[in-house]
């Protein structure tokens, strides 16, 4: 859903929060647990759509005010993660990228994070969890590191 509003210039990208909360799963790593549900509920809406459309959503898995769905969405787009948009007197909110976009940015921020650990011993503790917990991954992982070690030697 990432639109060219500014077409030729590179977008500022999503603010992420700095700490990832290692018992939250998925979205909620790096986004508050209600930001990741509405992020969720915009993606699966898949086209702008209003905080009411939005919160009809979220409300059926999740217990919350109109208020603080327009809230948290306000707080989205003040992050560059949702663009708001005002529309037949009704503000439509839409995800500045599409979820594998995103993904890839916050794991990737993940990434750069766990990195001050010491790249030894984060890469030695990605292939291990890989080993044990699905090594067509860590297959996967291999293949990718040739193509990368191909692409640089190339260069």
């Given at each position: 859903m990432a639109s060219s509003k500014s077409a030729g210039r590179p977008r500022p990208e999503?603010?992420?929060?700095?700490?990832?909360?290692?018992?939250?799963?998925?979205?909620?790593?790096?986004?508050?647990?209600?930001?990741?549900?509405?992020?969720?509920?915009?993606?699966?809406?898949?086209?702008?759509?209003?905080?009411?459309?939005?919160?009809?959503?979220?409300?059926?898995?999740?217990?919350?005010?109109?208020?603080?769905?327009?809230?948290?969405?306000?707080?989205?787009?003040?992050?560059?993660i949702l663009e708001r948009t005002h529309t037949d007197d009704r503000y439509h909110y839409a995800a500045r990228l599409e979820e594998a976009a995103f993904m890839a940015h916050a794991s990737r921020r993940v990434v750069e994070g766990i990195l001050s650990f010491g790249p030894d011993a984060v890469a030695a503790s990605l292939v291990d969890v890989l080993a044990e917990r699905d090594p067509a991954q860590l297959a996967d992982l291999a293949r990718l590191v040739r193509r990368k070690l191909r692409e640089r030697d190339d260069r």
């Open positions: 999503p603010k992420l929060q700095d700490t990832v909360r290692l018992s939250a799963d998925g979205l909620a790593k790096v986004l508050g647990d209600l930001e990741a549900r509405i992020l969720r509920a915009v993606w699966d809406l898949g086209r702008p759509a209003t905080a009411r459309e939005i919160h009809d959503r979220v409300v059926r898995s999740h217990r919350v005010s109109p208020l603080t769905t327009i809230t948290v969405l306000n707080r989205l787009a003040s992050k560059r």
